[in-house]
């Protein structure tokens, strides 16, 4: 199945529950910041954010029937279906903060993901920063029983195929740090969150920053914090 028509299918039945750390975000981006939701699905993360005062909110996805959820849930958020999320039309250095949240997950391939993140890296602002959530690889047998079955298929370990037709990919900790390395890191935290097939997995919270003099002195900040 095409990976679009699979988020097609289910956009009026899934829930989706990739977690959100809204203490993060809150600690680290204003509430007059032009935010960027990457993959926005129908918009729950964004409803989050204006219900804590955030308003200059912009969410882009492929999937249009998720396009169409959100703006029946959620008629005063700007959700756009854009088919291409891995080019965004959006100009340079025009975004204070970008969301990413369960979105690498559904883009398997090395090359494909860093695209993307380079594309993030392209539309903030200096010293604008990207939050990303995602899965990690997990080492229950459940999990590491598709691993290696579909490995050698789709080249690569932690990609796997759900049986109604979803590939999806879970990450090495490294990995994830490597597709970040050209911005400053910020917070990077482990956690368990629910699936939406009502599993568990490991996953991560990341706030990063495009080098710019306020993300420069919000590192050093940040570490003199850190050092007692």
């Given at each position: 199945?095409?990976?679009?028509?699979?988020?097609n299918?289910?956009?009026?039945?899934?829930?989706?529950t990739?977690?959100?750390?809204?203490?993060?975000?809150?600690?680290?981006?204003?509430?007059?910041?032009?935010?960027?939701?990457?993959?926005?699905?129908?918009?729950?993360v964004?409803?989050?954010?204006?219900?804590?005062?955030?308003?200059?909110?912009?969410?882009i996805?492929?999937?249009?029937?998720l396009?169409?959820?959100?703006?029946?849930?959620?008629?005063?958020?700007?959700?756009?279906?854009?088919?291409?999320?891995?080019?965004?039309?959006?100009?340079?250095?025009?975004?204070?903060?970008?969301?990413?949240?369960?979105?690498?997950?559904c883009?398997?391939?090395?090359?494909?993901?860093?695209?993307?993140?380079?594309?993030?890296?392209?539309?903030?602002?200096?010293?604008?920063?990207?939050?990303?959530?995602?899965?990690?690889?997990?080492?229950?047998?459940?999990?590491?029983?598709?691993?290696?079955?579909?490995?050698?298929?789709?080249?690569?370990?932690?990609?796997?195929?759900?049986?109604?037709?979803?590939?999806?990919?879970?990450?090495?900790?490294?990995?994830?740090?490597?597709?970040?390395?050209?911005?400053?890191?910020?917070?990077?935290?482990?956690?368990?969150?629910?699936?939406?097939?009502?599993?568990?997995?490991?996953?991560?919270?990341?706030?990063?920053?495009?080098?710019?003099?306020?993300?420069?002195?919000?590192?050093?900040?940040?570490?003199?914090?850190?050092?007692?």
């Amino acid at each position: 199945m095409n990976p679009l028509d699979y988020w097609n299918s289910i956009a009026a039945t899934k829930t989706f529950t990739t977690d959100f750390k809204l203490e993060i975000f809150r600690a680290r981006v204003p509430r007059d910041a032009q935010i960027l939701d990457v993959g926005c699905g129908y918009g729950r993360v964004m409803a989050e954010l204006w219900a804590d005062g955030y308003r200059h909110l912009t969410g882009i996805d492929p999937a249009d029937n998720l396009i169409r959820r959100g703006q029946k849930l959620f008629p005063h958020l700007h959700l756009v279906h854009q088919n291409n999320p891995a080019v965004l039309d959006v100009l340079n250095s025009s975004v204070d903060a970008v969301l990413l949240c369960g979105v690498l997950t559904c883009i398997v391939q090395d090359d494909a993901q860093q695209r993307l993140v380079n594309e993030i890296y392209r539309v903030l602002k200096p010293g604008g920063g990207v939050y990303c959530s995602d899965f990690l690889l997990n080492d229950d047998e459940r999990n590491l029983e598709r691993y290696h079955r579909f490995a050698e298929r789709h080249g690569g370990f932690g990609i796997f195929e759900l049986p109604e037709g979803a590939l999806l990919r879970h990450h090495a900790e490294h990995h994830i740090h490597r597709l970040f390395a050209d911005f400053l890191p910020d917070c990077y935290e482990t956690v368990i969150f629910p699936t939406m097939n009502g599993h568990t997995s490991r996953g991560f919270h990341l706030m990063a920053f495009k080098p710019g003099p306020d993300a420069t002195a919000k590192a050093k900040t940040d570490m003199a914090g850190h050092s007692g």
